[in-house]
Nanobody, 124 residues
Framework: QVHLVESGGGLVQAGGSLRLSCVAS????????VAWFRQAPGEDRQFVSA????????RYADSVEGQWSISRDNAKNTVWLQMNNLKPVDTAVYYC?????????????????WGQGTQVTVSS
């Protein structure tokens, strides 16, 4: 089974940028759609972005459209989330998740494989 590990989180001032990475092992990531979700304390897990197997279909939550970008390199088994103009409301644990032969759904229940999460904290 595929294993996912996120990295790149940390503490950043409002207006700054971070780039998160999701690296897969055990299976080729080329067979999976990948999505990013986030969860703030006391809140439900929230969809952020998704990308299909070949980067032909990409979707974003309305709150990040035009500001953030998702990309992948299947040769490196890696998906990135570039987060620009960060705000305190973006503070959360960020998770990557994979769906075998998926198209990039927003539905949490569709994703079987999850990373451990990486903390992003944005100060004002």
């Amino acid at each position: 089974q595929v294993h996912l590990v996120e990295s790149g989180g940390g503490l950043v001032q409002a207006g700054g940028s971070l780039r998160l990475s999701c690296v897969a092992s055990g299976q080729s990531l080329s067979d999976y759609a990948v999505a990013w979700f986030r969860q703030a304390p006391g809140e439900d897990r929230q969809f952020v972005s998704a990308i299909d197997q070949s980067s032909g279909f990409i979707r974003y939550a309305d709150s990040v459209e035009g500001q953030w970008s998702i990309s992948r390199d299947n040769a490196k088994n890696t998906v990135w989330l570039q987060m620009n103009n960060l705000k305190p409301v973006d503070t959360a644990v960020y998770y990557c998740a994979a769906e075998l032969n998926g198209y990039g759904t927003t539905a949490i229940r569709s994703y079987k494989y999850w990373g451990q999460g990486t903390q992003v904290t944005v100060s004002s």
